[in-house]
């Protein structure tokens, strides 16, 4: 069979497109999403979590329309972006006095996850108002924590999909593109970390990222029935050492390129970033179901990976 098109990973044949062709003829009264469920369905297409691939198989559809493979029905509904939309969050006011003092003396600290809670606008005008890259609401898997000290919060954390390639990443894991694509799920990226700027506690941040990590996998599996293997971030060496990930046993990997996974040249067109990684459990290249060797130098930019007490 010839090969009409490649989307998401997903090779479609001549074939698939004389079945989808099939599948509209066949139901002329559905609607452009009824048309990709029953077809998600029919190719048993579903997410880690066993959702129906709804949106990817859409955007797929679509793709094969625009080209003449296929004819969709017209659109019922043109609903508004809601990203396009979004507003900036407000501000929540909080104590702002400033805290001073050893880690010991803070007492117990309380992580709670407030994605879908009433805390969520807390973490959102948080990170809006004191993280350097502000707030942007994530797409896909995520959770967002607020890290408290009796009523007070002294740090918030971010955790989303893991980026979709990346070289140094995927050299240290041993990855293929066909094996990142279907295990990439187990990952998870970092993707903000504040500990505001009032609240003063030596070692406090390290401390914070070690806590987490014992904990982000059973959360992550409670709410999208997968666990996850292994973190990731990224650091601007302009801006931060990335002296607390260090502190808490991540692993310098590498470097970015400066380039987002959809540019279309070769340039940098953002910074360069030190990447970071941490395996959750001891054989995670196995529960990755990876085989390779380790980064070469042109992958790490001269970055050398340092022991982890889980073993690499």
């Known amino acids: 069979m010839n090969t009409i098109l490649k989307y998401r990973g997903r090779v479609v044949t001549d074939g698939d497109v004389a079945f989808i062709n099939q599948l509209i003829a066949a139901h002329p009264t559905l609607s452009r999403r009824a048309l990709s469920q029953k077809l998600c369905q029919a190719w048993n297409w579903v997410q880690p979590n066993g959702q129906p691939r709804d949106m990817?198989?859409?955007?797929?559809?679509?793709?094969?329309?625009?080209?003449?493979?296929?004819?969709?029905?017209?659109?019922?509904?043109?609903?508004?972006?809601?990203?396009?939309?979004?507003?900036?969050?407000?501000?929540?006011?909080?104590?702002?006095?400033?805290?001073?003092?050893?880690?010991?003396?803070?007492?117990?600290?309380?992580?709670?996850?407030?994605?879908?809670?009433s805390q969520e606008p807390l973490f959102n005008s948080l990170i809006q108002q004191h993280h350097y890259l502000g707030y942007t609401q994530p797409v896909g898997e995520h959770l967002k924590y607020l890290v408290f000290s009796g009523p007070r919060v002294v740090a918030a954390l971010a955790w989303s999909s893991a980026a979709h390639g990346l070289g140094c990443r995927d050299q240290f894991i041993g990855w293929s593109s066909e094996t990142r694509r279907q295990r990439r799920h187990l990952l998870a990226y970092n993707s903000r970390f504040l500990v505001p700027p009032w609240i003063r506690v030596p070692h406090l941040a390290s401390h914070v990222l070690g806590r987490m990590v014992r904990r982000l996998s059973a959360d992550w599996e409670r709410i999208y029935h997968h666990p996850i293997y292994f973190l990731e971030t990224f650091v601007d060496p302009s801006?931060?050492?990335?002296?607390?990930?260090?502190?808490?046993?991540?692993i310098v990997l590498g470097k970015t390129f400066g380039r987002g996974h959809r540019c279309p040249t070769y340039e940098p067109n953002r910074p360069v970033k030190l990447v970071l990684g941490y395996p959750l459990v001891?054989?995670?290249?196995?529960?990755?179901?990876?085989?390779?060797?380790?980064?070469?130098e042109e992958a790490r930019h001269g970055a050398q990976p340092r022991r982890h007490r889980v073993g690499l």
């Open 239 to 250: 801006r931060h050492a990335g002296s607390c990930y260090r502190a808490a046993n991540w």
């Open 56 to 117: 990817v198989c859409r955007g797929l559809m679509l793709a094969l329309h625009r080209a003449g493979h296929i004819a969709l029905p017209e659109p019922r509904l043109v609903p508004a972006n809601p990203l396009a939309q979004r507003r900036v969050p407000g501000v929540v006011e909080i104590d702002r006095d400033p805290l001073q003092t050893k880690l010991r003396s803070l007492g117990p600290l309380r992580f709670e996850q407030v994605r879908r809670t």
């Open 282 to 296: 001891k054989h995670f290249r196995d529960r990755l179901k990876v085989y390779g060797s380790p980064p070469t």
